[in-house]
Structure formats: C-alpha cells, structure tokens
C-alpha cells in the first residue's frame, strides 16, 4: 500500500527519514526521571522502490529502463504491485509479528537509548493500541527536546541484548546487524514463532524526530524494508548459442551482514576490511547445480541486503563491468557446451560463454542494492564480442604464433625476416584467449595422476622421460600437439592432457583441438595482463615449454616469477594448469 501518514495538530514532531545528521542537536547524558505516557502510534509502510534520498516522497517510483548493445538487451522494471497481492494478504513482505520500538535522547550519533520496549501483533498486523513513550523532557531543567524514536519489525527476543538504557549510544545500534550462517536459504529474511507457527519474516525500519512534552500525543513513522528483491528473466534467440545446453546463474558478490536500520546510510556500505574481505561475500545458484539449465530462465527471484556503492558517473553499459566498484553486487550468468554422455571420465565444458551483470537502479553509472527496492532484469542474450566489458573473456593480446615483423609503427607493412634491418616493429601473430577456471586431471588410467586432482605434475614416469620436442617458448599449440600425438604416451603427460582431454573432450591422441596448455611467453602475457586479479589464482601454473636437456619445465607463479620445475615433482612440487586457445576460433554472433 502506499505510505498514509497521519499527524495530530497539536504534536512537535519532525519526520526525518531523509536521513542525514545536518541538523541534529546534541544530546545530555544528564537524564531526569523517566516518566512514560499513552502516545498514538502510526505505523504504515513504504511502497516498494519509494527513494530513500526523497525526491519521490509523493509516491512510488515506477519505472522502466531499457539499454541495449550488440551482445545483450536489458530491462529493468520497477516491480508494481499487482492487484493479485491485495494488502490483506499477509506474506513475509508485509507482516509484523511484532516491532520494537527504541527512544534515544537527542538526534545525534552519541544519544543515549532512553527507552527499549517490544510489541507483539500475533496475527501478523500491525496492533499500536497501547504504546507508552517515555516524555522526552531531557533538556535544561527538564525542557522538553527532541528525541529520535526507532521502530524495528521482526525481531527476536536476543536482537536488542546488547543495547542498556542509559548506556547504549544510537551509534551502538547502528552498528548492529545479523550475520549470515552457512548454507541458510532464507537469509536475509528470518523465521519468526507466531501462534505456534514458522514464519518466514522480512526486517523493516523506520524512525522519527520529535518532541513529547505531554501525553495525548501522536507520532508517524512509515517502515521500510531494509532489503531488496530482485527477480531475473534470461533468453536469448542466438543460434549459435543452441550449442550452449547447460546455463548457470548465479548472483554473486552477496554481503553476508544484514543492518537491523538502514536509515542514513551513505555508499560505501556495508564495507568490509581488508582482513574479512574474503569471507564477507557469498553468493546464490539459481540453477540447478552441476547440470545448469537450458535457456530460457525464468521468474529466479531472492531477497538481498542492501548494498552501497560510489556512482560512476563515466560508465557505459558496455564498460559498466571495468567501471563496477570491487565491492558491488552482480549477476553471473554462464553457457556451457558440454561433452557428449560417456565421453571422457569427467564432464568437460568444451566451450562456454561468461557475462556479468552489476545490478543497480540503472544500468550505467549506478551500481547500488537500495533498500526497499522490488526490480526485475529482463536480459536478452545476443552475443559474446570482446569490445564489451560485461562478456569475461580473458584475452591478454598477441603472445602466441611466430615472431612478425613490419616496417612501420603501425604494423601494416609485413617483412618476411624479423632480422630485416628496416624492421621497426614486432609482434606475435596469434592472439590467445585464457580459460574461466583451472582445469583438473580428466583420466582414469593407470600409471597417471589422480582423477579430478588441480596440482599435476608435467610427466607421469611410467616411461622413460622424452620431452616431444616440446620446448618452443611461444607457441603453446604446437608444443601440445607434440605431448599428444603418441597414442602409446600421450597420457603420461598429465599437465597437457589436462587442457587436451580435459577441455576439449579427446579421448585418443592426435585429435583436433582448441584448447591447449599455454606455453611459457603465453603464460608471461597471461599473468601480465590479469595480475590485478591475483587473489584469484592458484600460486603456480605449468607451461607446456620443456627444458632441451634437463627433466624440468617452465613454470609462473601468481606473483609473476618465472622459474623452472621438475616435470616429475613430489605433492609438495606439483603446479597447476589454466588452459589457452585462439580466440580467432570463436563466433560472438
């Protein structure tokens, strides 16, 4: 429903819920004796997408916002209310089944918690008939101030423990929140005992600015929820992605906290440090796990925490993800192609297409979760080109192929001997593309490594060592097609066969491929290209590049040390494989 607020015309009340502290006065800590009287209590609440920064205080803000490029179609629509959810019914969106309502002496961060009582409304709706507020005469001599009154829903009897009478500040109860547990389904929602029952049951919030100096009075506070939902539609009519059978969705990037006020709160936040960074966040499969599911995906909704993030006023949609803050919330959505049934001894995803979505209030320059917020993203999926910044394709650049020449800087004059001496530019002739994830040993054979193990050795010596040839420094292909051509051991070099079997789905040797084990120029332009996201990778990759005389082979740590390694290393000695091919070889139609 939308908000009604009603006031009396004999009350002192100043509603603030825009939410900043420019005008607050100071609290006391000297409090007199608390005497408490009957006040009227209004509570309603906000409308879905109602703006906290209260340019839309009249009403709802119901939109809808298109954008559109060459790989993907979005739309994001306010969601309404639809007259098949009348506000009788009462959901986990709406019911109360009590509130809690906090007095604070003063409107600053420092006030003391005055008064602490909790209501119930064992049906589920809201019941205000007998509030008692405590008068709010604080000030010199007892002269009648301003006190904020914050009212929370759905709380449980041990939410408020922490905060004393006379002790606790409106600081101390800002910071307080709930943390999400693992594997809970519900969070951020909770479930709630009411008549004997479990409910499942959303947190709202809401507070008020006012002066009681005496009783009869009446005070309104509208509730916001302190979450979002949001609800996702995915499609698409590109043929050439029919090949792509099993999609994953995920929403990632979730904070793990949820803050019992959201009021006044600014970007960024929540904010974790550096320490908790990588436990803050979780994320949500929509899917089914493993096997994903066919396109096209319909109504995957989930409520959230609210999420805060700086505007990028530059953004584009095509940029929006190299704009996106390191905290924001988004969307993954992944196709794989995967092997045929029996082939192999493990699912191979033979090739795949990756976006990621940051959600907003726009699908530009914004990139916050706002509380009270109710959006569907109608995303329609139409290619994978690598100008745009929400398809993840790692492509480092030209590190691949033979060494060209050309006679001019701007690389259109080819020579046909690097050492022309009218040569004034070189460069690689492929390009190479990296694989989303560490590929895992995909063999069950005997004499090779461990089915699914990530940290391989190069060789397995079951039989004599013999490196193919496979030592060329840039060319990564042909140094893989060296370790697999043998049918009698090709499977005893299990970094390779790794990227050979295990991402292209090869059951014999001298098989046609497209993905490979890089070599170690190819692995030097990898890490030098994608080292800001070193947190992500594993400490060490193999080469597929072979020392001529020795048992060892090239390998590059994630902190861009290049080095050498036996090919036959013990557990402790033992790297892993990220696998490459020529991203010439993909459509992104």
């Known amino acids: ?219 309104a506070i509208a509730l916001q929820r302190t979450v979002a939902k949001v609800t996702f539609n995915i499609d698409t009519d590109n043929v050439d992605f029919g090949k792509f059978g099993n999609w994953d969705v995920s929403l990632m990037n979730i904070p793990n906290k949820s803050y019992f006020n959201i009021l006044g709160r600014k970007a960024v936040f929540p904010s974790p440090d550096a320490k908790e960074r990588s436990t803050f966040y979780w994320e949500k499969l929509f899917t089914t796990p493993t096997l994903g599911d066919p396109l096209p995906i319909k109504e995957k909704a989930s409520y959230i925490p609210i999420n805060l993030q700086q505007t990028v006023v530059t953004s584009t949609l095509a940029t929006r993800r190299s704009n996106a803050p390191l905290g924001g919330t988004y969307l993954q959505i992944m196709g794989r192609q995967m092997t045929e049934p029996g082939v192999g001894s493990m699912p191979i995803v033979l090739d795949f297409v990756l976006y990621q979505i940051f959600l907003g209030k726009n699908l530009t320059t914004d990139f916050s979760v706002y509380p009270n917020y109710n959006l569907t993203y109608n995303i329609h999926l139409k290619g994978r080109s690598e100008d745009d910044s929400n398809v993840i394709r790692l492509i480092p650049g030209s590190f691949s192929g033979s060494l060209k020449a050309s006679s001019d800087l701007g690389g259109t004059v080819s020579l046909s001997d690097i050492k022309d001496t009218k040569a004034v530019r070189w460069e690689y002739s492929k390009r190479i593309e990296t694989y989303f994830a560490d590929s895992p040993f995909p063999w069950s054979g005997s004499g090779s490594d461990d089915l699914g193990a990530y940290k391989l050795r190069w060789f397995a010596p079951t039989v004599a060592y013999n490196n193919k040839e496979a030592t060329s420094l840039t060319d990564g292909h042909s140094n893989t097609q060296k370790l697999q051509s043998n049918s009698s051991t090709f499977v005893y070099y299990p970094a390779a066969l790794a990227c050979y079997m295990g991402l292209n789905g090869n059951s014999q040797a001298a098989q046609a491929f497209n993905w490979y084990l890089p070599s170690i120029g190819e692995l030097i332009g990898t890490w030098i290209s994608s080292s800001s996201m070193v947190s992500q990778q594993s400490p060490s990759y193999w080469s597929s590049t072979a020392r001529k005389d020795i048992q060892q082979a090239f390998i590059i740590t994630n902190e861009g040390e290049v080095k050498t390694a036996p090919v036959s290393g013990d557990s402790n000695n033992r790297h892993y494989v990220r696998g490459c091919r020529n991203p010439a070889t993909v459509t992104t139609n």
């Not at 408490?36 to 803000?61: D, F, H, I, Q």
């Not at 003391?112 to 008939?129: A, E, H, Q, S, W």
């Not at 009897?157 to 943390?179: E, K």
Request: proline residues 4%; contains cysteine; charged residues 15%.
């Open 1 to 219: 429903m939308i908000r009604i607020l009603t006031f009396s015309i004999c009350v002192l009340c100043l509603v603030s819920g825009g939410c900043t502290d420019d005008d607050m006065i100071s609290s006391t800590s000297t409090f007199f004796p608390i005497e408490t009287v009957p006040v009227k209590l209004t509570l309603s609440m906000e409308a879905y997408n109602v703006s906290l920064a209260g340019e839309t205080r009249a009403g709802r803000e119901d939109f809808v916002l298109s954008v559109s490029n060459s790989d993907m179609d979005i739309e994001i629509v306010g969601t309404p209310i639809t007259r098949a959810t009348p506000a009788t019914v009462i959901n986990e969106e709406n019911a109360i089944y009590n509130f809690t309502v906090l007095q604070f002496a003063g409107t600053t961060a420092d006030a003391r918690l005055f008064g602490k009582t909790t209501y119930p409304c064992p049906n589920g709706v809201i019941d205000t008939k007998s509030v008692d507020i405590a008068l709010t005469t604080t000030g010199p001599g007892g002269a009648a101030v301003k006190h904020r009154f914050v009212v929370i829903t759905n709380t449980l009897s041990s939410d408020f423990n922490s905060l004393l009478v006379g002790t606790s500040s409106y600081s101390d109860f800002q910071n307080l929140n709930f943390v999400r547990t693992e594997n809970d389904p519900l969070f951020p929602l909770r479930q709630f005992s009411a008549n004997g029952q479990r409910k499942n049951t959303m947190m709202m919030c809401g507070f008020v600015d006012a002066v009681i100096a005496t009783s009869g009075k009446q005070i």
